[in-house]
């Protein structure tokens, strides 16, 4: 019966449970709670990620739903709020299936003055008093060696011919899929998708660090020494193959942050995507001055469903789209 709720009111409970944990964690810790608007005049020019727009009410020009509530989190940053959290309520364009709904329920925080790894400690603290059982001491890797043990390929290396064979030796593709693909980030964010990722977190949860820096998005990248490759200060956790977070060592460049989002927005185009207006504010606040920080989105709904041993992520929500 469609009007029933997805969850059960004892999951519903826990959900709640879980949201005032979260709020008792950062009280302790002094981080303050904050809300931000849903819609927006700006949207994420991310090439992977798409949002709803609306239609301008009364005549007004269209606003976007917010797919993070990280630009307006940031500029509350720059003007001075200090650490600062919020359970937001998101919306993804076609993010639908058992571990996703178009709506969802993400937690983000900013911690000025740590580096990555002193934020995957606290996520890490985070997720240990929201888990409570059964989770062990969490693994860290870098995105290199993640791909050389379970790939068997170097992800730095590697050049997209290359990175193409390893998807067919891994019985990811056929023989004749995307036979005029070049692109490295293409290859690898398809061996990561379907093959790495879903070998991560599988006896304790794992965080995967070190990116390549062709994948930087909002993070800063750290220059390379002798025959290091330059890698993009980001991080990502995984739980039983689900990335549960995504955090960065937040670019602070506005210049920098403006050609990145240029560069996203040329993408799209060249994609036959539809293209939003980058959030010029966030540009202005990063002129102004962001404080050396890092900042992570954790999806509180996955963490909920890994917890409870639920089958699909619709079993966490009060309705899921389909009820909706």
């Not at 809300?35 to 798409?50: G, K, N």
């Amino acid at each position: 019966m469609s009007w029933r709720p997805s969850a059960t009111i004892e999951t519903l409970k826990a959900r709640a449970e879980q949201n005032g944990s979260v709020r008792a964690f950062f009280a302790a810790r002094g981080v303050l709670e904050v809300e931000t608007p849903i819609l927006s005049a700006h949207a994420t020019v991310d090439r992977h990620i798409d949002s709803f727009s609306t239609a301008g009410g009364n005549g007004g020009d269209a606003q976007w739903l917010q797919t993070s509530p990280e630009f307006a989190m940031k500029r509350l940053l720059a003007a001075g709020s200090g650490a600062i959290y919020q359970i937001a309520r998101v919306f993804r364009v076609e993010e639908l299936g058992r571990h996703h709904n178009t709506e969802f329920s993400m937690l983000e925080w900013y911690r000025p003055g740590y580096s990555m790894f002193d934020l995957m400690d606290e996520v890490e603290a985070l997720v240990r008093t929201l888990a409570a059982t059964g989770v062990g001491s969490f693994e860290r890797l870098s995105y290199r060696q993640a791909f050389q043990r379970h790939a068997g390929v170097d992800a730095f290396t590697a050049e997209g011919d290359e990175l193409r064979d390893a998807a067919l030796r891994l019985g990811l593709i056929g023989a004749g899929d995307f036979a005029g693909e070049t692109e490295r980030d293409f290859w690898l964010d398809l061996i990561m998708s379907l093959h790495v990722s879903p070998r991560l977190g599988q006896a304790t949860p794992s965080f995967l660090h070190d990116f390549p820096a062709s994948m930087a998005a909002l993070s800063r990248v750290r220059n390379g020494q002798g025959d290091e490759p330059a890698v993009a200060e980001r991080f990502e956790l995984f739980w039983h193959g689900l990335e549960l977070a995504n955090g960065f060592h937040e670019l602070t460049d506005a210049d920098e942050q403006r050609r990145r989002f240029e560069a996203d927005q040329a993408w799209r185009r060249g994609h036959g995507k539809v293209v939003p207006p980058y959030d010029a504010h966030l540009i202005d606040a990063l002129a102004q001055g962001l404080p050396d920080c890092s900042g992570v989105a954790l999806g509180l709904d996955r963490l909920l469903m890994l917890k409870l041993g639920l089958p699909e992520l619709a079993a966490t929500l009060a309705f899921d789209r389909s009820r909706a």
